[in-house]
C-alpha cells in the first residue's frame, strides 16, 4: 500500500496541533518529525519537546527522522517522547548493528536512512533487522528542495535487494514529493512517500494536498 506521510517540518508552528490534527483527517496514516541538529546537517528544528506534544493530539505512528550525529544517545528520549518508529542515518553509525538492536529493545520500530551519495550496498547485511529503509531523495537539512535523479535507481535497486532476501521491508523516500515526482517513486518502489512542503503549502487545505499527491502516486500515467 501507498502511503503519503506529512512531515511537519513545513507545517505552521505557531499552531502545530492543528495542522497535526488536519492531516489526521485528511487521512495520513502516520506524521515524520524531523529532528536535525546543526552538526549531521546545517539545520537546527525540533528535538523529544516536540515529538511529545505532537504525541498529545495524535493517535498515529509517530517517526523521528533523526538527522544527528550521535542518534544512539538519544534513541530512549525519543523513544519515551512517543516515536514509534525511530529513523537513523547510516552516515553516522559505525556501529550500525548496535543501534538498530537499541531500537528494538526499546520496543520500537527500526529505520535507516541513507543520504543521495551513500550507496544502498552499505545496509545490505543489516535488511533482515530493518522495519523501513529511508532513500533520501535530497540532501537532508532543509524542505523545498527539488528531487534529486540520481537516487531513482536506487529505490529501484533496494526493491531487488528486498525481493531477492523475501524480506517486506518498507522503502519511504523523503525530499522533493510532489505531484510531479510522486508517481516516479512508486514506480521505481518506494511504498511510503514523505512529503512537506507539498502538503503544507497554504494553497490549499491540508486534506486536499494529500489526497492531489495520493491520486498523483497511484496513477499509471507519467
Ligand atoms: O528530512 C527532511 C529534510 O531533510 C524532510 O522530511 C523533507 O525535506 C520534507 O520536505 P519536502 O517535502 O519539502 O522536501
Ligand atoms: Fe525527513
Known amino acids: 500500500m501507498i502511503e503519503i506521510v506529512p512531515s511537519i517540518l513545513s507545517a505552521d508552528f505557531a499552531r502545530l496541533g492543528e495542522q497535526v490534527r488536519e492531516a489526521e483527517a485528511g ?11 546543526g552538526h549531521f546537517v546545517p539545520n537546527i528544528t525540533m528535538g523529544p519537546l516536540v515529538v511529545e506534544a505532537v504525541r ?15 542518534p544512539q544517545e538519544y534513541i530512549e528520549t525519543f ?39 551513500t550507496p544502498v550496498f552499505m545496509l545490505k547485511d543489516m ?14 537539512g532543509f524542505g523545498g528542495q527539488e528531487l534529486i535523479p540520481e537516487t531513482l535507481p536506487k529505490i529501484v535497486e533496494l526493491r531487488r535487494m528486498l525481493a531477492e532476501r523475501h524480506l517486506s521491508c518498507d522503502i ?36 486536499q494536498a494529500i489526497e492531489r499527491l495520493r491520486r498523483a502516486a497511484t496513477s499509471e500515467h507519467l
Do not use: F, W
Open 27 to 37: 487521512g495520513a496514516e502516520r506524521i515524520q518529525i524531523d529532528v536535525m541538529d
Open 79 to 117: 523513544a519515551q517522547a512517543g516515536a514509534d518508529i525511530i529513523i537513523v542515518h547510516q552516515e553516522v553509525c559505525p556501529h550500525l548493528h548496535r543501534v538498530i538492536k537499541q531500537i528494538k529493545a526499546a520496543g520500537k520500530r527500526a529505520g535507516v536512512a541513507i543520504n543521495p551519495s
Open 127 to 140: 535488511l533482515s533487522l530493518l522495519d523501513m529503509v529511508l532513500v533520501m531523495t535530497i540532501n537532508p
Open 172 to 207: 519511504e523516500v523523503d525530499g522533493g514529493i510532489s505531484e510531479k515526482t510522486a508517481a516516479q517513486v512508486v514506480k521505481a518502489g518506494a511504498n511510503l512517500l514523505v512529503a512537506g512542503s507539498s502538503v503544507y503549502n497554504k494553497k490549499e487545505s491540508v486534506a
Open 56 to 70: 498529545r493530539v495524535t493517535r498515529l505512528p509517530l517517526e523521528a527522522h533523526l538527522m544527528i550525529t550521535n
